[in-house]
């Protein structure tokens, strides 16, 4: 026989792990000191400057 189950309850703890889900990727996004995202944003600038630099022009 199959088990039964609250529905309200169900919802409740889906709502909940959703929430949690959320605040996980705000800790994430907002957690990190101000050095740290510099960092991390000066090296993509970097890289993808180093990527353009390697790029090909068309002859014309």
Avoid: F, W, Y
């Avoid at 609250?6 to 909940?16: D, F, H, T, V, Y």
């Avoid at 996980?24 to 740290?36: E, F, L, S």
């Amino acid at each position: 026989m199959a088990e039964i189950i609250n529905l309200r309850r169900a919802r409740k703890a889906k709502a909940r792990a959703e929430k949690g889900k959320e605040a996980d990727a705000n800790r994430a996004a907002h957690g990190t000191p101000k050095p740290v995202k510099d960092l991390a944003r000066a090296r993509a600038e970097k890289a993808q400057q180093t990527l353009s630099g390697h790029k090909l022009e068309p002859d014309k």
